[in-house]
């Protein structure tokens, strides 16, 4: 029994051998990969190269940008490539082979790393961001990831933009907090995955003044006031009686506001020239000043120009400051108040122009400059 039995172990042996050889008789197990990586027709060494990912499958481009894996087994891969900066930026591509022979492959680009330069227009609630240009025709998206710390990547980092034009490089971030550090960084996707990862720029926010152009600086003379919403009622345009205009003697640059309406206007209930802020800016329970430089040149009677931050949510005034005839004339005063922030979906602030009533029709002349919020540390 025991020798019918080897003799058939010693026939599947033979057939099995004989099948092989039929099939091919050269055939190998394993193949090799051999290639050499550019960027911008130069070579590129120190390129991570690997197979799906797998260790066995990894190696590291030599300074001509050579490289070889050996022993590969037959199959379709995704072949990764990484080039890594100091500046923790780095450089990437995928590309799909098919190994059933020794392969050699010689046209690898990899596509120019995408930098991140300084950003600019920096203010307290806003910053633009700029990148240079990705360079592959593999594009499909950039996507840009913030953070209060350096450790950012897509995993750690808040998405904030995502763009599909390969032109499309700048974006701005105006969704910030004052005196805050946030760092920035953008990744490059193909269809496969990342094409590469910018370095990493740094955002220090200022100290807000919360209040948009409160220094009238824009536009030149005798222009309406950047930033600022101008009141209108019936046939009453403030914006008629409201001009931006040049002084060589303002508190903050070189031109102001200057008011200049018949004493018989009434202020408007909404202001006369204001701006919504958003209430994320101005924290409950933290103290704040507002405050204006303003310089009168005729305010007769009773007439008095307001200043007031206003709650939004129940649009009563929280702090008023009030400039009366009484006020020293032809000099530059600053007024201010403080006030704490409370819970609100938005604040406005609102120069109101006020007169006495039985309207009197006599001169109000006054120059606006230099309105400001600003935190109060305590």
Same mark, same amino acid.
């Given at each position: ?62 300074? $001509? ?82 953070? $209060? ?128 802020? $958003? ?81 009197? $029709? ?17």
């Amino acid at each position: 029994m025991k020798k019918i039995q080897l003799i058939a172990l010693i026939v599947l042996t033979t057939l099995i051998s004989c099948q092989k050889s039929t099939d091919d008789p050269f055939a190998k197990d394993t193949y090799t990969l051999t290639g050499k990586i550019t960027a911008d027709n130069l070579n590129v060494g120190n390129v991570e190269i690997a197979l799906d990912g797998a260790e066995h499958y990894q190696t590291t481009s030599d300074n $001509n940008g050579n490289f070889t894996i050996s022993e590969i087994e037959k199959g379709l891969y995704n072949m990764n490539l990484k080039k890594s900066s100091s500046d923790s930026s780095f450089v990437g591509d995928t590309y799909q082979i098919t190994i059933d022979s020794d392969t050699t492959i010689s046209n690898l680009e990899l596509p120019d790393p995408v930098i991140m330069y300084n950003p600019e227009n920096i203010s307290f609630q806003s910053a633009t961001l700029l990148w240079s240009k990705c360079n592959s025709n593999r594009f499909y998206e950039y996507k840009v990831y913030r953070k $209060n710390d350096q450790g950012l990547d897509e995993n750690t980092g808040e998405l904030i933009y995502v763009g599909t034009n390969r032109s499309d490089t700048i974006f701005s971030d105006n969704d910030l907090l004052e005196n805050t550090d946030y760092y920035y960084r953008v990744y490059v996707l193909n269809n496969f995955g990342k094409l590469g990862g910018s370095n990493i720029v740094h955002v220090k926010t200022p100290e807000g003044t919360y209040v948009k152009n409160g220094s009238f600086e824009f536009f030149g003379n005798d222009s309406t006031a950047n930033d600022w919403i101008y009141a209108t009622q019936g046939d009453f345009n403030f914006a008629d009686y409201s001009r931006v205009v040049y002084d060589s003697t303002a508190p903050e640059g070189d031109y102001v506001l200057s008011i200049d309406i018949p004493v018989y206007h009434h202020a408007l209930s909404f202001g006369d020239l204001y701006q919504v802020i $958003n209430s994320k800016y101005i924290k409950q329970n933290t103290r704040y000043e507002m405050s204006f430089w303003v310089k009168i040149i005729e305010l007769e009677s009773n007439a008095e120009c307001k200043l007031e931050i206003v709650d939004g949510t129940t649009y009563s005034p929280e702090r008023v400051i009030s400039v009366t005839s009484s006020s020293p004339k032809n000099e530059w005063i600053k007024y201010s108040t403080q006030f704490y922030g409370i819970e609100t979906n938005s604040y406005k602030i609102q120069l109101l122009t006020c007169c006495p009533i039985p309207y009197n $029709n006599e001169q109000y002349k006054i120059l606006i400059d230099n309105i400001i919020i600003r935190k109060i540390e305590e």
